[in-house]
Protein backbone atom coordinates (compact mmCIF):
# COMPACT_ATOMS: atom_id res chain seq x y z
CA UNK A 1 0.00 0.00 0.00
CA UNK A 2 1.29 3.19 -0.98
CA UNK A 3 0.37 6.53 1.16
CA UNK A 4 0.50 10.00 -0.71
CA UNK A 5 3.69 10.86 0.59
CA UNK A 6 5.33 8.14 -1.66
CA UNK A 7 6.32 6.27 1.86
CA UNK A 8 5.40 2.39 1.49
CA UNK A 9 3.61 0.62 4.15
CA UNK A 10 3.97 -2.80 4.54
CA UNK A 11 1.12 -4.30 3.98
CA UNK A 12 0.33 -8.20 5.61
CA UNK A 13 -2.45 -10.37 6.69
CA UNK A 14 -3.36 -8.81 10.11
CA UNK A 15 -4.41 -5.54 8.49
CA UNK A 16 -8.28 -5.64 7.72
CA UNK A 17 -8.26 -5.14 4.08
CA UNK A 18 -10.25 -2.01 3.15
CA UNK A 19 -9.46 -2.58 -0.70
CA UNK A 20 -8.97 -5.73 -0.74
CA UNK A 21 -5.81 -5.36 -2.97
CA UNK A 22 -3.11 -7.82 -3.13
CA UNK A 23 0.07 -6.67 -3.48
CA UNK A 24 2.47 -7.77 -6.36
CA UNK A 25 5.86 -5.48 -5.98
CA UNK A 26 7.51 -7.70 -8.06
CA UNK A 27 4.39 -8.18 -10.65
CA UNK A 28 4.24 -4.65 -11.48
CA UNK A 29 1.80 -2.00 -10.41
CA UNK A 30 -1.01 -2.59 -8.39
CA UNK A 31 -4.46 -1.62 -9.61
CA UNK A 32 -4.91 0.93 -7.30
CA UNK A 33 -1.42 2.44 -8.68
CA UNK A 34 -2.72 2.10 -12.39
CA UNK A 35 -5.74 3.52 -11.11
CA UNK A 36 -4.20 6.67 -9.10
CA UNK A 37 -1.78 7.16 -12.65
CA UNK A 38 -4.94 7.08 -14.63
CA UNK A 39 -6.63 9.71 -12.93
CA UNK A 40 -3.46 11.84 -12.84
CA UNK A 41 -3.32 11.64 -16.43
CA UNK A 42 -7.03 12.59 -17.13
CA UNK A 43 -6.60 15.47 -15.08
CA UNK A 44 -3.41 16.03 -16.45
CA UNK A 45 -5.24 16.49 -19.86
CA UNK A 46 -8.28 17.93 -18.36
CA UNK A 47 -10.09 15.02 -19.40
CA UNK A 48 -12.13 14.02 -15.94
CA UNK A 49 -11.18 15.29 -12.59
CA UNK A 50 -11.73 12.32 -10.31
CA UNK A 51 -9.82 11.22 -7.39
CA UNK A 52 -9.34 8.31 -4.39
CA UNK A 53 -10.78 9.71 -1.08
CA UNK A 54 -8.12 9.61 1.73
CA UNK A 55 -7.93 6.42 3.79
CA UNK A 56 -11.06 6.00 6.96
CA UNK A 57 -8.90 6.66 9.66
CA UNK A 58 -10.07 6.56 13.17
CA UNK A 59 -7.80 8.88 15.32
CA UNK A 60 -8.13 7.67 19.33
CA UNK A 61 -5.05 9.71 20.31
CA UNK A 62 -3.11 12.78 19.33
CA UNK A 63 0.10 14.71 20.92
CA UNK A 64 0.11 18.53 20.53
CA UNK A 65 4.23 18.79 20.70
CA UNK A 66 5.20 22.76 21.26
CA UNK A 67 6.44 24.50 17.38
CA UNK A 68 5.96 20.98 15.86
CA UNK A 69 3.17 19.72 13.77
CA UNK A 70 0.35 17.54 15.75
CA UNK A 71 1.28 13.95 16.05
CA UNK A 72 -1.28 10.92 15.88
CA UNK A 73 -0.39 8.21 18.32
CA UNK A 74 -2.54 5.92 17.93
CA UNK A 75 -4.92 5.45 14.81
CA UNK A 76 -7.17 2.57 13.61
CA UNK A 77 -7.79 1.46 9.87
CA UNK A 78 -11.51 1.75 9.38
CA UNK A 79 -13.86 0.86 6.84
CA UNK A 80 -14.74 3.21 3.65
CA UNK A 81 -18.54 3.95 4.12
CA UNK A 82 -19.28 4.95 0.58
CA UNK A 83 -16.69 3.92 -2.70
CA UNK A 84 -13.23 4.79 -2.91
CA UNK A 85 -13.43 6.42 -6.17
CA UNK A 86 -15.50 9.89 -7.27
CA UNK A 87 -15.48 12.89 -9.40
CA UNK A 88 -16.82 14.35 -12.34
CA UNK A 89 -16.42 13.60 -16.27
CA UNK A 90 -18.44 15.55 -18.80
CA UNK A 91 -20.65 17.41 -16.19
CA UNK A 92 -21.75 13.50 -14.84
CA UNK A 93 -21.16 12.36 -11.33
CA UNK A 94 -19.13 9.29 -11.59
CA UNK A 95 -18.55 6.74 -8.40
CA UNK A 96 -16.40 3.67 -8.49
CA UNK A 97 -14.99 0.88 -6.26
CA UNK A 98 -11.52 -1.15 -7.44
CA UNK A 99 -11.36 -4.80 -6.59
CA UNK A 100 -8.21 -6.89 -7.17
CA UNK A 101 -8.94 -10.68 -6.86
CA UNK A 102 -6.24 -13.67 -7.41
CA UNK A 103 -9.10 -16.15 -8.58
CA UNK A 104 -9.17 -17.05 -12.37
CA UNK A 105 -12.41 -18.07 -12.63
CA UNK A 106 -14.59 -15.67 -10.80
CA UNK A 107 -15.15 -12.09 -8.84
CA UNK A 108 -15.63 -13.52 -5.19
CA UNK A 109 -18.57 -11.14 -4.04
CA UNK A 110 -17.29 -11.18 -0.44
CA UNK A 111 -14.50 -8.60 -1.88
CA UNK A 112 -17.64 -5.93 -1.58
CA UNK A 113 -19.60 -4.74 1.78
CA UNK A 114 -23.13 -4.39 2.32
CA UNK A 115 -22.65 -0.87 3.05
CA UNK A 116 -20.75 0.03 -0.41
CA UNK A 117 -23.82 -1.65 -1.82
CA UNK A 118 -26.13 0.92 -0.17
CA UNK A 119 -23.78 3.81 -1.37
CA UNK A 120 -23.43 2.45 -4.91
CA UNK A 121 -27.57 1.94 -4.99
CA UNK A 122 -28.27 5.52 -3.71
CA UNK A 123 -25.83 7.32 -6.47
CA UNK A 124 -27.53 5.24 -8.66
CA UNK A 125 -30.68 6.74 -7.87
CA UNK A 126 -29.39 9.74 -8.24
CA UNK A 127 -28.07 9.40 -12.18
CA UNK A 128 -24.56 8.48 -11.55
CA UNK A 129 -21.84 6.39 -13.50
CA UNK A 130 -21.50 3.68 -11.02
CA UNK A 131 -19.39 0.61 -11.63
CA UNK A 132 -16.49 -1.60 -10.30
CA UNK A 133 -12.94 -2.01 -12.22
CA UNK A 134 -12.33 -5.96 -11.16
CA UNK A 135 -8.61 -7.31 -11.73
CA UNK A 136 -8.25 -10.46 -12.55
CA UNK A 137 -4.49 -10.41 -11.21
CA UNK A 138 -3.27 -13.96 -12.25
CA UNK A 139 -4.82 -13.49 -15.80
CA UNK A 140 -3.78 -9.97 -16.02
CA UNK A 141 -7.23 -8.33 -16.87
CA UNK A 142 -8.88 -5.66 -15.95
CA UNK A 143 -13.06 -5.36 -16.38
CA UNK A 144 -15.55 -2.49 -16.33
CA UNK A 145 -18.19 -3.67 -14.83
CA UNK A 146 -21.73 -2.23 -13.91
CA UNK A 147 -23.15 -1.15 -10.62
CA UNK A 148 -26.40 -2.09 -11.82
CA UNK A 149 -25.50 -5.97 -12.49
CA UNK A 150 -23.78 -6.31 -9.37
CA UNK A 151 -26.75 -5.24 -7.54
CA UNK A 152 -28.58 -8.22 -9.31
CA UNK A 153 -25.84 -10.51 -8.41
CA UNK A 154 -26.03 -9.22 -4.58
CA UNK A 155 -29.24 -9.87 -4.35
CA UNK A 156 -29.57 -13.31 -5.77
CA UNK A 157 -26.88 -13.92 -3.12
CA UNK A 158 -28.40 -12.92 -0.39
CA UNK A 159 -31.44 -15.00 -1.33
CA UNK A 160 -29.08 -18.04 -1.07
CA UNK A 161 -27.23 -17.88 -4.82
CA UNK A 162 -24.04 -18.28 -5.51
CA UNK A 163 -21.41 -16.10 -3.90
CA UNK A 164 -19.40 -14.79 -6.45
CA UNK A 165 -19.63 -13.64 -10.22
CA UNK A 166 -18.05 -16.07 -13.03
CA UNK A 167 -15.51 -14.44 -15.11
CA UNK A 168 -17.58 -15.54 -18.28
CA UNK A 169 -20.69 -13.63 -16.92
CA UNK A 170 -18.41 -10.50 -15.88
CA UNK A 171 -16.83 -10.61 -19.67
CA UNK A 172 -20.48 -10.76 -21.09
CA UNK A 173 -22.41 -8.57 -18.53
CA UNK A 174 -18.82 -5.99 -18.38
CA UNK A 175 -16.27 -4.50 -20.73
CA UNK A 176 -12.04 -5.44 -20.52
CA UNK A 177 -10.38 -2.29 -20.02
CA UNK A 178 -7.02 -2.73 -22.53
CA UNK A 179 -3.96 -1.77 -20.35
CA UNK A 180 -2.53 1.24 -21.99
CA UNK A 181 0.79 3.24 -21.87
CA UNK A 182 -1.29 6.02 -20.68
CA UNK A 183 -4.40 6.04 -18.56
CA UNK A 184 -2.95 2.56 -17.76
CA UNK A 185 -6.57 1.68 -16.94
CA UNK A 186 -8.59 3.78 -19.55
CA UNK A 187 -12.50 3.63 -17.98
CA UNK A 188 -13.48 6.55 -19.57
CA UNK A 189 -13.34 5.03 -22.92
CA UNK A 190 -15.88 2.58 -21.62
CA UNK A 191 -18.26 5.38 -20.20
CA UNK A 192 -18.07 7.14 -23.22
CA UNK A 193 -18.49 4.53 -25.86
CA UNK A 194 -21.18 3.01 -23.85
CA UNK A 195 -22.56 5.26 -21.34
CA UNK A 196 -22.64 9.17 -22.43
CA UNK B 1 -13.17 18.01 15.79
CA UNK B 2 -15.57 14.76 15.65
CA UNK B 3 -14.17 11.89 14.14
CA UNK B 4 -16.63 9.42 12.94
CA UNK B 5 -16.85 6.72 15.83
CA UNK B 6 -17.77 9.61 18.15
CA UNK B 7 -14.81 10.30 19.85
CA UNK B 8 -14.08 14.12 20.28
CA UNK B 9 -10.79 15.13 19.74
CA UNK B 10 -9.55 18.53 21.32
CA UNK B 11 -7.64 19.93 18.52
CA UNK B 12 -5.78 23.53 19.94
CA UNK B 13 -3.74 26.34 17.73
CA UNK B 14 -0.81 23.47 17.41
CA UNK B 15 -2.62 21.44 14.65
CA UNK B 16 -2.54 22.31 11.12
CA UNK B 17 -6.03 23.72 10.50
CA UNK B 18 -6.83 21.75 7.84
CA UNK B 19 -10.67 22.71 7.81
CA UNK B 20 -9.83 26.31 9.53
CA UNK B 21 -12.88 24.93 11.96
CA UNK B 22 -12.93 26.40 14.83
CA UNK B 23 -14.49 24.60 17.86
CA UNK B 24 -17.25 26.69 19.84
CA UNK B 25 -18.60 23.88 21.90
CA UNK B 26 -20.44 25.99 24.47
CA UNK B 27 -22.37 27.36 21.75
CA UNK B 28 -24.38 24.85 19.39
CA UNK B 29 -22.88 22.66 16.74
CA UNK B 30 -19.87 23.75 14.52
CA UNK B 31 -20.61 24.39 10.91
CA UNK B 32 -19.19 20.78 10.11
CA UNK B 33 -21.27 19.25 12.40
CA UNK B 34 -24.61 21.30 10.80
CA UNK B 35 -23.28 20.33 8.08
CA UNK B 36 -22.92 16.29 8.50
CA UNK B 37 -26.42 16.08 9.98
CA UNK B 38 -27.74 17.82 7.13
CA UNK B 39 -26.24 15.42 4.78
CA UNK B 40 -27.36 12.92 6.76
CA UNK B 41 -30.79 13.91 6.20
CA UNK B 42 -30.67 14.25 2.95
CA UNK B 43 -29.55 10.80 2.51
CA UNK B 44 -32.53 9.49 4.87
CA UNK B 45 -35.16 11.58 2.46
CA UNK B 46 -32.82 10.49 -0.82
CA UNK B 47 -32.62 13.81 -1.70
CA UNK B 48 -29.26 14.33 -2.46
CA UNK B 49 -25.85 11.78 -1.57
CA UNK B 50 -23.18 14.00 -0.84
CA UNK B 51 -20.26 13.36 1.71
CA UNK B 52 -17.82 14.61 3.38
CA UNK B 53 -13.86 12.77 2.92
CA UNK B 54 -12.05 11.31 5.36
CA UNK B 55 -9.32 13.56 6.92
CA UNK B 56 -6.09 12.96 5.03
CA UNK B 57 -3.16 11.42 7.42
CA UNK B 58 0.03 10.74 6.18
CA UNK B 59 1.00 7.36 8.22
CA UNK B 60 4.23 6.69 8.65
CA UNK B 61 4.22 3.51 11.06
CA UNK B 62 2.18 0.87 11.63
CA UNK B 63 2.35 -1.91 14.03
CA UNK B 64 -0.02 -5.30 12.85
CA UNK B 65 -0.37 -7.28 16.49
CA UNK B 66 -0.80 -10.62 16.22
CA UNK B 67 -5.05 -11.69 16.55
CA UNK B 68 -5.87 -7.86 16.59
CA UNK B 69 -6.60 -5.12 14.15
CA UNK B 70 -3.60 -2.90 12.89
CA UNK B 71 -2.62 0.01 15.21
CA UNK B 72 -1.25 2.87 13.21
CA UNK B 73 1.44 4.32 15.90
CA UNK B 74 2.77 7.71 14.12
CA UNK B 75 0.63 9.69 10.92
CA UNK B 76 0.22 13.19 10.79
CA UNK B 77 -2.92 15.64 9.49
CA UNK B 78 -2.14 16.11 5.56
CA UNK B 79 -3.34 18.94 3.67
CA UNK B 80 -6.01 17.94 1.41
CA UNK B 81 -5.87 17.76 -2.04
CA UNK B 82 -9.33 18.83 -2.97
CA UNK B 83 -12.42 19.94 -0.84
CA UNK B 84 -13.85 18.71 1.58
CA UNK B 85 -17.31 17.25 0.28
CA UNK B 86 -18.92 15.98 -3.16
CA UNK B 87 -21.54 13.79 -4.42
CA UNK B 88 -24.48 14.12 -6.23
CA UNK B 89 -27.76 15.91 -6.35
CA UNK B 90 -30.66 15.36 -9.27
CA UNK B 91 -27.99 14.06 -11.33
CA UNK B 92 -25.06 17.12 -10.80
CA UNK B 93 -21.95 16.79 -9.55
CA UNK B 94 -21.98 19.00 -6.28
CA UNK B 95 -18.18 20.07 -4.68
CA UNK B 96 -17.82 22.13 -1.89
CA UNK B 97 -15.73 23.09 1.15
CA UNK B 98 -16.83 24.93 4.83
CA UNK B 99 -15.10 27.86 6.28
CA UNK B 100 -15.82 29.54 9.84
CA UNK B 101 -14.40 32.84 10.44
CA UNK B 102 -14.66 34.33 13.57
CA UNK B 103 -14.48 37.92 11.34
CA UNK B 104 -17.32 40.15 11.60
CA UNK B 105 -16.78 42.49 8.62
CA UNK B 106 -15.17 40.03 5.97
CA UNK B 107 -14.19 36.23 5.18
CA UNK B 108 -10.29 36.07 5.21
CA UNK B 109 -8.72 34.61 2.02
CA UNK B 110 -6.16 33.37 3.83
CA UNK B 111 -8.73 30.26 4.75
CA UNK B 112 -8.72 29.19 1.31
CA UNK B 113 -5.25 27.33 -0.47
CA UNK B 114 -4.69 27.91 -4.05
CA UNK B 115 -4.59 23.97 -4.51
CA UNK B 116 -8.58 24.34 -3.35
CA UNK B 117 -8.48 27.16 -5.66
CA UNK B 118 -7.53 25.06 -8.66
CA UNK B 119 -9.37 21.88 -7.74
CA UNK B 120 -12.37 24.43 -7.43
CA UNK B 121 -11.60 25.45 -11.10
CA UNK B 122 -11.35 22.48 -12.51
CA UNK B 123 -14.63 20.63 -11.70
CA UNK B 124 -16.20 23.98 -12.62
CA UNK B 125 -14.52 23.86 -15.59
CA UNK B 126 -16.09 20.09 -15.96
CA UNK B 127 -19.77 21.26 -15.50
CA UNK B 128 -19.83 20.79 -11.58
CA UNK B 129 -22.01 22.90 -9.34
CA UNK B 130 -19.19 24.11 -6.80
CA UNK B 131 -19.23 26.75 -3.73
CA UNK B 132 -18.10 27.76 -0.77
CA UNK B 133 -20.35 27.47 2.14
CA UNK B 134 -19.21 30.58 4.74
CA UNK B 135 -20.06 30.57 8.54
CA UNK B 136 -19.57 34.00 10.11
CA UNK B 137 -19.61 32.21 13.33
CA UNK B 138 -20.23 35.65 15.79
CA UNK B 139 -22.90 36.28 13.70
CA UNK B 140 -24.76 32.92 13.87
CA UNK B 141 -25.09 33.43 9.53
CA UNK B 142 -23.89 31.17 7.05
CA UNK B 143 -23.76 31.80 3.11
CA UNK B 144 -23.77 29.73 0.03
CA UNK B 145 -21.03 31.43 -2.41
CA UNK B 146 -20.59 30.48 -5.36
CA UNK B 147 -16.82 29.22 -6.40
CA UNK B 148 -16.48 31.49 -9.73
CA UNK B 149 -16.70 34.88 -7.51
CA UNK B 150 -14.38 33.49 -5.27
CA UNK B 151 -11.75 32.79 -8.33
CA UNK B 152 -12.18 36.90 -9.22
CA UNK B 153 -11.42 37.86 -5.60
CA UNK B 154 -8.68 35.45 -5.36
CA UNK B 155 -7.42 36.83 -8.78
CA UNK B 156 -7.29 40.18 -7.22
CA UNK B 157 -5.52 39.40 -4.01
CA UNK B 158 -2.64 37.83 -6.34
CA UNK B 159 -2.30 40.83 -8.24
CA UNK B 160 -2.15 42.77 -4.70
CA UNK B 161 -5.67 43.26 -3.99
CA UNK B 162 -7.55 42.97 -0.67
CA UNK B 163 -6.98 39.55 1.01
CA UNK B 164 -10.49 39.25 2.75
CA UNK B 165 -14.22 39.21 0.67
CA UNK B 166 -15.95 42.33 2.42
CA UNK B 167 -19.80 40.61 4.31
CA UNK B 168 -21.30 42.97 2.37
CA UNK B 169 -19.87 41.20 -1.02
CA UNK B 170 -20.55 37.88 0.01
CA UNK B 171 -24.06 38.95 0.92
CA UNK B 172 -24.60 40.32 -2.73
CA UNK B 173 -22.88 37.68 -4.30
CA UNK B 174 -24.13 34.63 -2.23
CA UNK B 175 -27.38 33.79 -0.56
CA UNK B 176 -27.58 33.24 2.96
CA UNK B 177 -28.90 29.81 4.44
CA UNK B 178 -32.02 30.01 6.87
CA UNK B 179 -31.43 27.62 9.86
CA UNK B 180 -33.38 24.58 9.98
CA UNK B 181 -34.76 22.64 12.46
CA UNK B 182 -33.91 19.30 9.57
CA UNK B 183 -31.19 20.07 7.32
CA UNK B 184 -29.70 23.15 9.56
CA UNK B 185 -27.58 24.16 6.43
CA UNK B 186 -29.72 23.62 3.84
CA UNK B 187 -27.47 24.50 0.99
CA UNK B 188 -29.38 22.74 -1.48
CA UNK B 189 -32.57 24.57 -1.56
CA UNK B 190 -30.19 27.52 -2.82
CA UNK B 191 -28.90 25.15 -5.52
CA UNK B 192 -32.46 24.06 -6.73
CA UNK B 193 -33.63 27.89 -6.71
CA UNK B 194 -30.96 29.39 -8.46
CA UNK B 195 -28.88 26.89 -10.16
CA UNK B 196 -31.06 24.12 -11.45
Redesign the interface.
Known sequence: MH???G?K??V?A???SVTSGTIYSNRGMTLEEDINETNDYY?NT?R??I?K????????Q?D???R???????????Q???TDY????????I?FEAKETKNKTSFPLSNIHQHQID?MK??V????ICFLLIRFSVLQETYYYPAENLFSHWQKQLNGGRKSIPLDTVKKEGYIIPIQFHARVDYLSVIEKYYI
Open positions: YPNKVTNAKPKNAIHKPTPVQIVVYPKSAAVIKEAYFKASTNGIFKGKYDHQVDHGA
